[in-house]
């Protein structure tokens, strides 16, 4: 028997109702799931001008694209079912080479790539250009480290780690770079990725090669974006992270006024002569922290603490790092057990941290062999840096 496979045919196997009710199935599955869930790393949901310029574009390109989809289709189903075979009709008409039909099909496509890129190209110009001579815009030196993010307000005297603080509705100016190997900043609610590189010597008087990014989160839109590390740097690259904390200008100037004022538990308590004791009684588990932190470890090598003699600048800033939420570059919430394992095993946590932790060295420095009571001591202290 002759098996027909006409196009009548296939039409009404693909409509069988079994089939629709699979594909119904896997349609509703496809608008659940975009349904689902916090997406904290979502480039769909711009926060700045910067992130709504290039929002913009993508969206007005796939309205476009579905438009053109929507055309191709409709030519190939009408194409379908006007020259299906059927018993009765002949072959329709073969064409073989139709010079109109290649111009066509060669214009058409180089217009809808000009239509794409004259507003790519606004878009990148306009992502390129820096708040100028505004005076009011906030610069914060974004420095990439394997594997952690260093941000320094260089007209605050603000030096902190992982967490950028951020006022809403002001021009912001990153001025970027790494001191190690090439990194790429990116919260993408904020807007692109852009690599840190590491500065090469430049002749005097010329301006090493930074990068730049320059955005202003909306008036509205306080609140934490989360980022991520976006070229490859090392084997903790995707461990990477980074957080921004949008705040309103009021509640930045006092996070600025807090990390300006040294932590009550930075350095030794005050002696209240009368009474010859400390002005302020505090936890032993801190003062023994403190004394270890301060004198009886490398720690200070590596850590700055604001107010006390811990001054190092090749690991995180540490001043007031019981405010911060995470600890490890994002990896694990701020609590004292996590901030004993860290200190402990920092490669347990971060595989190629470059901190040594208390068995093992890491980043070329030996281990610290700090007893599990002296780290305990050390987190104790470094979380009432508040
Ligand atoms: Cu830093 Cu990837």
Not at 26 to 52: H, R, W
Not at 163 to 172: F, N
Not at 325 to 337: D, K, Q, R
Request: glycine letters at 8%; one cysteine or more.
């Amino acid at each position: 028997m002759k098996v027909k496979t006409s196009a009548r045919s296939v039409l009404k196997t693909a409509l069988c109702a079994r089939s629709a009710r699979y594909a119904l199935a896997l349609i509703a599955v496809a608008f659940l799931a975009a349904c689902q869930g916090e997406y904290p790393q979502n480039s769909l949901d711009p926060k700045t001008d910067f992130a709504e310029t290039i929002h913009s574009l993508y969206v007005s390109v796939f309205w476009w694209s579905m438009v053109i989809l929507a055309l191709v289709w409709a030519v190939l189903a009408y194409i379908v079912i006007r020259f299906r075979e059927r018993p009765d009709r002949p072959e329709p008409k073969q064409v073989h080479g139709h010079l109109g039909m290649e111009i066509a099909w060669t214009i058409g496509p180089a217009l809808i790539v000009v239509a794409i890129a004259i507003p790519t190209i606004q878009a990148v110009f306009r992502t390129q250009i820096p708040p100028g001579e505004d005076a009011n815009a906030l610069v914060v030196e974004v420095v990439g480290h394997q594997y952690w993010w260093e941000f320094r307000y260089p007209d605050l005297g603000v030096t902190t780690a992982n967490e950028m603080h951020l006022p809403v509705g002001r021009p912001i100016t990153l001025k970027m770079s790494s001191v190690d190997v090439i990194h790429s900043f990116w919260v993408p609610q904020l807007g692109g990725k852009r690599d840190v590189n590491p500065l090469r010597r430049v002749p005097d008087g010329e301006e090493p090669r930074y990068t730049w990014l320059y955005f202003t989160i909306n008036d509205d839109e306080e609140g934490t974006f989360l980022g991520q590390c976006a070229e490859f740097c090392g084997e903790a690259h995707s461990l990477m992270r980074t957080r921004v904390v949008a705040q309103s200008p009021a509640e930045f100037d006092a996070w600025v006024g807090n990390w300006l004022t040294p932590s009550v538990t930075a350095s030794a308590p005050t002696v209240d002569a009368a009474a010859a004791q400390p002005a302020v009684q505090e936890d032993p588990l801190v003062t023994e922290g403190r004394n270890i932190f301060l004198l009886q470890s490398t720690c200070v090598a590596c850590h700055s603490v604001r107010g006390t003699q811990a001054q190092g600048v090749i690991g995180p800033n540490l001043t007031r790092l019981g405010n911060r939420s995470t600890i490890g570059a994002g990896l694990l919430e701020n609590t004292p057990e996590n901030l004993f394992r860290w200190i402990s095993a920092p490669h347990d946590v971060k595989p190629g941290a470059r901190m040594p932790g208390a068995q093992v060295g890491g980043g070329g420095f030996p281990p610290t062999n700090l007893s599990d009571e002296q780290v305990r001591a050390i987190a104790a202290y470094l979380g009432s840096l508040r």
